[in-house]
């Protein structure tokens, strides 16, 4: 797909409208230098937009956790079809179609993962109840726990130049989770791709009005009107990231700021490695990746290669080749290999670094490759080079000065205490990585280098074919660092959710503190019904129905019996003498015994609406039941979870979770456990429409 010679007037979008402006700054392609954009924010109200937001942010918090689930898998599908309109938009900023398909797609994978986690691990409330239940008092009238709630404000994302899909989504996904609106602010040079992912998902009409604005030129007072409920995300340098932290307003109203900045990320060549390893090649073929993907334009590039001293020499010719393999041009060609940089100015900028890191290091790799379509002059190019610092340990520049482009330094070591080291001296990354394939090597670099770095990748022949590469962040996994990475965490699977919510202690009684989370609290008051509830469907049964079954003795024969069946002859179980000089003084029953006649005592064993054993989870066994010893058990509905059809699936079910306790004759406690069952519900309005002449199973 081809992109239109009009020029592009990406627009705001705020307070539930698109605000454009006919005049405002040009931006030119990365590719040719030819005007692309004109883009400005002028005429915006901030404090308006940011009222909206809170305003109408409320429609999105009254949502629960898996309704913004779905909206959210459904806008991934729906930004998928559309996806080669952003990839020819990409192509003017420099990327070629693996860049953009790192940015585009990476981003909108990024949609699908957090839908997935919040519908596998959230509950679908409003609200997540959040560690274990804290007995507060002696007689268990007094109980407490934590639920986190969706703060009432507006998510400030402000996002670099370099993933202008990606860096949007995967801050959205977790906040849209959360309950919390958006309001984005792409950097200016990139903005015109983030405007046309706005532009259509507020076509789609998938989200609530409010749950997403956009302010696409420079952000004016935007932090002025920062409120105590609102949030800030911050992707950029760590220059800016220090001083918008201390914003006056930000440390007024205490406004929680969460940065992600550029870092001198390092790869460790393995002292083990030798030249005819394959971790030797994967580790040039990385570096080499690490340079020329993006141009170098990644907060995660390598930036300083470690490498044993004696191996400098073949290292530096080895990935001489692997860089002599790159095609530099037009991104759009199919025989590039790496694009330009996002602008003629970035490209001054990387090469005035370069200089100042010549004056303590010598270029050992670095040549004008022949250029395949673009513009030399006008087109922000600038070839892979890798310089050489054979001081590295009294050096300054390679670990406090970063050129944000296709340039790596190679520091040659001698142990691995200096390896740790020397990565420390760049005081904190986003990423490292260690390439070798000697565990104990692994596991010093692992924790000498894990305090100063946000995510660490040991990559080995093992691992090579499947591992996602040195820069790639992934959703389940945290993305941030401390000390000049900015000190901050994104991603990182739910905890992403959690920065967007308010933890609140709850005290009460337990039938209130039920009542409140809509999960059973023992001690609490049940409702025991003449229906047993496995005979009820997933609909009918409630939070807090329960069942107190019948008696049972538990005889020798059935101790004996167990163990002849599952061949467990364990001594504390059938050996008599063994088990009177054991822990428990005499024979017992196996825990498992216990379990199976307890399952005995509740099910009802007629076909109805539970369909199946989903699970169980979090079994403790507390005190030993012997013989003539006799058990009852309470089971009592926990919580309720709704499940989504998959392709194929016409019969609606839900999971429902039971909390089992098993007691003896005397009301002690002897086993607890929950119970997962599989049961039938009736379709709702999330079910999707049956197919004709399609019957329930």
């Known amino acids: 797909m081809t992109v239109s010679t009009e020029l592009l007037r990406p627009a705001s979008y705020v307070y539930g409208t698109w605000h454009a402006n006919p005049d405002g700054q040009t931006l030119l392609d990365a590719v040719y230098g030819r005007p692309v954009a004109v883009i400005s924010s002028e005429g915006v109200d901030f404090a308006q937009a940011l009222a909206y937001g809170r305003e109408r942010g409320a429609a999105l918090r009254r949502t629960t956790f898996h309704e913004r689930a779905r909206m959210l898998k459904a806008l991934g599908a729906y930004l998928m079809d559309r996806k080669e309109t952003y990839y020819a938009l990409s192509a003017l900023t420099g990327a070629t179609r693996r860049d953009s398909w790192v940015d585009i797609e990476g981003g909108?994978?990024?949609?699908?993962?957090?839908?997935?986690?919040?519908r596998r691990d959230l509950p679908d409330e409003r609200f997540w109840p959040d560690g274990r239940l804290e007995r507060l008092g002696r007689e268990g009238t007094f109980v407490g726990r934590h639920l986190l709630v969706p703060r009432e404000g507006v998510a400030v994302q402000i996002n670099a130049f370099n993933f202008p899909v990606w860096g949007m989504l995967e801050k959205l996904a977790p906040s849209f989770i959360a309950g919390m609106p958006s309001l984005v602010k792409p950097a200016p040079q990139t903005a015109y791709l983030t405007e046309r992912v706005v532009r259509d998902i507020i076509t789609s009409g998938l989200l609530p009005e409010g749950a997403l604005q956009l302010v696409t030129g420079e952000p004016g007072t935007l932090l002025d009107h920062l409120e105590e409920q609102d949030v800030v995300a911050f992707t950029g340098s760590a220059a800016t990231a220090a001083k918008l932290r201390v914003h006056p307003n930000l440390v007024a109203r205490n406004v929680?700021?969460?940065?992600?900045?550029?870092?001198?990320?390092?790869?460790?060549?393995?002292?083990?490695?030798?030249?005819?390893?394959?971790?030797f090649a994967l580790f040039v073929r990385e570096v080499a990746r690490e340079m020329t993907g993006k141009a170098g334009q990644k907060c995660t590039a390598i930036r300083r290669a470690l490498v044993p001293s004696s191996l400098v020499e073949a290292v530096t010719d080895a990935l001489r080749r692997e860089l002599a393999k790159v095609t530099l041009g037009d991104?759009?060609?199919?025989?590039?290999?790496?694009?330009?940089?996002?602008?003629?100015?970035?490209?001054g900028r990387v090469q005035e670094t370069l200089r100042q890191l010549q004056t303590e290091a010598r270029v050992v790799i670095s040549g004008e490759a022949t250029l395949l379509g673009g513009d030399r002059e006008k087109g922000a190019f600038l070839d892979p080079t890798v310089l050489l610092c054979e001081s590295p340990l009294s050096a300054r520049g390679p670990h406090e000065l970063e050129a944000f482009g296709p340039v790596a330094t190679l520091l040659p070591y001698d142990s691995l205490d200096d390896a740790v080291h020397l990565t420390k001296l760049g005081r904190g990354s986003l990423a490292g990585s260690i390439v070798t394939h000697d565990r104990n090597e692994a596991t010093e670099l692992v924790l000498?280098?894990?305090?100063?770095?946000?995510?660490?990748?040991?990559?080995?022949?093992?691992?090579?074919?499947?591992?996602?590469?040195?820069?790639?962040?992934?959703?389940?996994?945290n993305h941030g660092g401390p000390g000049r990475a900015g000190g901050g965490s994104?991603?990182?699977?739910?905890?992403?959710?959690?920065?967007?919510?308010?933890?609140?202690?709850?005290?009460?009684?337990p039938t209130t503190l039920m009542a409140v989370t809509r999960e059973f609290v023992p001690g609490a008051q049940v409702t025991e019904d003449v229906v047993h509830p496995f005979r009820k469907s997933f609909d009918e049964i409630q939070v807090g129905d329960s069942l107190l079954t019948h008696r049972r003795t538990v005889t020798e024969a059935d101790i004996v019996n167990f163990a002849g069946l599952t061949g467990d002859h364990f001594y504390a179980h059938v050996d008599e003498i063994g088990a009177r000089d054991g822990i428990f003084g005499r024979r017992v029953a196996h825990g498992y015994f216990l379990i199976s006649a307890a399952a005995g005592q509740?099910?009802?064993?007629?076909?109805?609406p539970v369909l199946a054993n989903y699970g169980l989870e979090n079994l403790r066994f507390i005190e030993p039941v012997g013989i003539g010893d006799t058990i009852r058990t309470r089971l009592t509905c926990k919580r309720r979870i709704r499940k989504d059809l998959r392709p194929g699936e016409t019969r609606p079910t839900g999971v429902v979770e039971w909390r089992s306790e098993i007691t003896n004759q005397d009301g002690v406690l002897v086993a607890t456990y929950d119970i997962l069952t599989l049961v039938e519900r009736a379709r709702d309005a999330f079910d999707p429409p049956l197919e004709a002449g399609a019957a329930q199973a």
């Open 108 to 118: 909108i994978g990024t949609l699908f993962s957090y839908a997935s986690m919040a």
């Open 256 to 279: 929680p700021f969460n940065t992600e900045a550029d870092s001198l990320n390092a790869s460790v060549l393995g002292l083990s490695v030798r030249p005819e390893d394959p971790e």
């Open 331 to 347: 991104p759009a060609r199919d025989d590039v290999r790496m694009g330009a940089l996002v602008s003629v100015e970035q490209r």
């Open 448 to 477: 000498g280098m894990a305090s100063t770095h946000g995510r660490l990748l040991v990559l080995n022949r093992d691992n090579a074919r499947e591992n996602t590469g040195h820069g790639s962040p992934l959703p389940q996994l």
């Open 490 to 509: 994104e991603l990182g699977g739910l905890s992403a959710v959690r920065h967007h919510m308010n933890r609140v202690a709850v005290q009460a009684d």
């Open 602 to 608: 509740f099910v009802s064993p007629a076909p109805g």
